[in-house]
């Protein structure tokens, strides 16, 4: 549910990162606070945290500057993974117009992988939301793990489990080294601004 | 959910209204959000000390978890919250479905007046929004 002043001209719009607990949502959140400059971000907050759990939510504002005369402004939330936040995850999902998922190549993770995606197609159809109509990016983590002794799932295996009938863009991530996230930033971006301007006819783009 | 578009008539109308009820009353700074966290509108001279981003994403889920709350005990929504400092203290409304009106104000304005004046201002809004039906 994206918020546009006329009077200001300002977008405002909402990205979820979501995905499995500990699977690299904060840390994209993070490279991202740390690689942009002080004009376009803004504050980054987190809410405390038990570890290095979110327990509620993570939030940082960019400014992504004029999309035909308008302000662009994205906020970019990330969701409690661990499944027994579920009630914190769906308030968060809470008029969302972009979401990104994290998915883990942990092979270890795989279940959770498929368990999370199905709790966001849930939770997005109790606000009246699709998964197949809301601009969504996949994004596999933690892939400089595969060329460890570490068992992980090749991105066959991910797009199988997570991306065989919605076929998403994805992009493969090391949310640690930036690795794919300012990619997964860009697409993810670019469909969101895309989906609003295009729903409220702003302009042609 | 569709999205919240807002022009200038209608904030103009929204902010003189909070101006008249609130600001008037002694009552340093309110913010209207919608429930997804965005700052639908500033009002006060304090506005520009806060990170009103952070502040309207932090109101907004505190609401929203105040919400589940409820209905775990049975109730379909506390229609409000107050926080109580030392020196300001935070008053939160629901304004129809999708609005939060934040009202943050000192020792020296009565949390009474401020529920008072708003459980008058949400009506007045609501009906500015189109909320009323």
Do not use: W
């Not at chain 1, 997005?124 to 197949?132: A, C, H, K, N, Q």
């Not at chain 1, 199988?160 to 009938?165: A, H, P």
């Amino acid at each position: 549910m994206a918020l546009i002043d006329l009077s200001r001209k300002e977008v405002h719009c909402k990205i979820v990162y979501y995905g499995p607990g500990r699977g690299g949502k904060t840390t994209n959140l993070l490279y991202i606070y740390n690689a942009m400059n002080n004009g376009v971000r803004g504050k980054m907050l987190t809410i405390e945290t038990k570890g290095d759990r979110t327990l509620f939510f993570d939030l940082l504002p960019l400014n992504l500057g004029k999309v035909n005369g308008f302000d662009v402004r994205i906020q970019l939330y990330t969701v409690p993974g661990q499944t027994i936040y579920e009630a914190t995850r769906k308030l968060v999902l809470k008029g969302v117009d972009g979401v990104v998922f994290v998915a883990d190549s942990l092979r270890v993770r795989r279940e959770k992988n498929i368990e999370s995606f199905n709790d966001l197609k849930k939770n997005l159809t109790e606000y009246g939301l699709s998964i197949e109509e809301i601009p969504l990016v996949l994004q596999y983590n933690k892939r400089d793990l595969a060329n460890s002794a570490i068992p992980t799932l090749s991105v066959d295996e991910l797009e199988s489990d997570l991306n065989n009938e919605l076929k998403a863009i994805t992009f493969e991530a090391t949310a640690t080294k930036g690795i794919g996230v300012f990619e997964t930033l860009k697409e993810i971006s670019k469909n969101t601004i895309r989906y609003v301007v295009k729903k409220h006819l702003l302009a042609d783009i | 959910m569709n999205d919240l578009v807002l022009t200038a008539p209608v904030l103009e109308e929204a902010r003189q209204q909070i101006e008249n009820a609130l600001i008037k009353a002694g009552v340093h700074t309110v913010l209207l959000i919608d429930d997804a966290g965005n700052v639908v509108a500033n009002c006060g001279q304090d506005a520009r000390r806060f990170d009103t981003t952070a502040l309207a994403a932090l109101a907004a889920a505190n609401f929203g978890a105040t919400s589940e709350i409820a209905r775990l005990i049975g109730e379909d929504d506390f229609s409000l919250l107050f926080h109580k400092g030392k020196k300001d203290s935070i008053h939160f409304a629901r304004v129809g479905p999708r609005l939060i009106l934040v009202t943050i104000f000192g020792d020296e304005v009565a949390l009474g007046l401020v529920r008072l004046r708003v459980s008058q201002l949400t009506k007045a809004i609501e009906k500015i929004f189109g909320l009323d039906s």
